[in-house]
Structure formats: structure tokens, C-alpha cells
């Protein structure tokens, strides 16, 4: 370090006199710019303190930002409730073309012993006049009004000759200043079941009973074919 010190000065003055001997008169009045710049690059070289150079490097960063875009499908699993709606149907009997006469009388003598009770509906419990005939040929799906006057204006009109079992006897009369009625299916013999007051299910003459009857086929009777 000390030896590069003396020579640089050394150096000098043997250009300076180069210079002086071959008329450059130029680079002499620049020697000490070049001395100048010398001694700052030795001085440069020969520091103990690192020489920190700054680089500052410009980076254009480029941000991708990718988004992604999650689909979510949602399958929406209909569930169909089935309702079964439960239909009462109610069949109404149908009458039956024919019907052999003996069979309602048979149906009906069960009863024989059943208590009257006015407006009765039961063929076990009590029941009137009316609701015996009722209910004795509903069971062979022939439908009658309630009342015995109603029932007086069903079917056809026959004669007594004509009457078979099975058959229908309807009257209508005033008793004690009111008009009533009575019901009664015909069993033969001139004889009919009935429900009577007091007495309940019975069998009864025609010729017993209060007014004068009027015989009705309501059904096609096939009694004795």
C-alpha cells in the first residue's frame, strides 16, 4: 500500500518532464486533472470501507388473479305424496226383476215378536207399522217412503184375487178426527204380518184391522212359478 503511494508521485513527475521535453504543452495542463482522477481511483481502490452499491431493481410484478367459480348444483328430489282419499260409496240395492213372494214372507216372519214402537227402526229392538215394511223389503233392495200414506201410493194397484204372498197392503182411514194409515205385507190365507201397538210383530186377518185395504204389487212376483 505505502510502495503504490511513492510511485504515483514518482509516476508524475516522469510524465511531466516527458511532456515538458516533447512540447506537449496540452497533456501538461491536463496532468493534474489525470493526477485528480487517479488519486480518487486509488483512493477508491485502498479504502478499508466496503464500497456499498445500491441496485435497486424495478420489478413489474404482474398479479394474476384467477377466480374460480364453483357451481354447485343442488338436485331438488321432489318427493310426490300420493293421497289415497278413501270414498265411502254407498250402493243402493237394486230390486231385483223378479222375486219369488214367499221369500219376503219368510224373511219378515223372523221378526214375529219384535215390541212396536211408533217410529221405530229396528226389526230386533222395536219398530211401527210402516218401518216393519220398510225395512223388510229394503232387505230385498225395494225401496219405500217412511210413512204408510206415502207407501199407499207405490206400486200397482191389484185386486184381492190377485194378491200373492209377498204382496203389499196399504190403508188409509181417520181415526179419533185424524187421518192415519196403516202397512202390512200378505202372508195368504187372508192373512198379513204386521207391527200393531201393544201387540208389536204379529200376524193379523185383513178383516181385523181398521179400513178398507188396498193391495200392492211392487216387485215382480214369481210366487209358485
Known amino acids: 500500500m505505502n510502495q503504490k503511494k511513492w510511485l504515483l508521485p514518482a509516476a508524475a513527475f516522469v510524465i511531466a518532464a516527458a511532456l515538458l521535453t516533447t512540447g506537449c504543452s496540452d497533456m501538461l495542463h491536463k496532468l493534474p486533472d489525470y493526477l485528480s482522477n487517479e488519486k480518487a481511483a486509488n483512493s477508491s481502490e485502498t479504502s478499508d470501507e466496503p464500497t456499498q452499491i445500491n441496485v435497486t431493481t424495478t420489478t413489474d410484478a404482474t398479479t394474476t388473479t384467477t377466480t374460480t367459480t364453483t357451481t354447485t348444483t343442488t338436485t331438488a328430489t321432489a318427493t310426490t305424496t300420493t293421497t289415497t282419499k278413501k270414498t265411502t260409496t254407498t250402493t243402493q240395492m237394486q230390486a231385483p226383476a223378479s222375486l219369488n213372494g214367499q221369500e219376503v214372507v219368510d ?58 204372498p209377498g204382496d203389499l197392503c196399504t190403508t188409509v182411514y181417520e181415526f179419533e178426527s185424524k187421518y192415519t194409515g196403516h202397512a202390512a205385507i200378505y202372508v195368504g190365507g187372508g192373512m198379513v204380518i204386521n207391527a200393531l201397538p201393544e201387540q208389536g210383530v204379529v200376524y193379523t186377518p185383513l178383516d181385523d184391522l181398521y179400513g178398507e185395504y188396498v193391495f200392492h204389487r211392487i216387485f215382480n212376483n214369481t210366487y209358485g212359478q
Do not use: M, W
Not at 204408510?148 to 206400486?155: P, T
Open 107 to 164: 224373511y219378515a216372519k223372523q221378526f214375529l215378536g219384535t215390541p212396536y214402537v211408533y217410529a221405530g227402526n229396528s226389526l230386533t229392538k222395536g219398530v211401527d207399522c210402516s218401518g216393519f215394511t220398510k225395512l223388510v223389503y229394503g232387505h230385498f233392495g225395494i225401496s219405500l217412503p217412511r210413512t204408510a200414506s206415502a207407501q199407499h201410493k207405490k206400486g200397482t194397484i191389484i185386486s184381492y184375487d190377485e194378491l200373492l
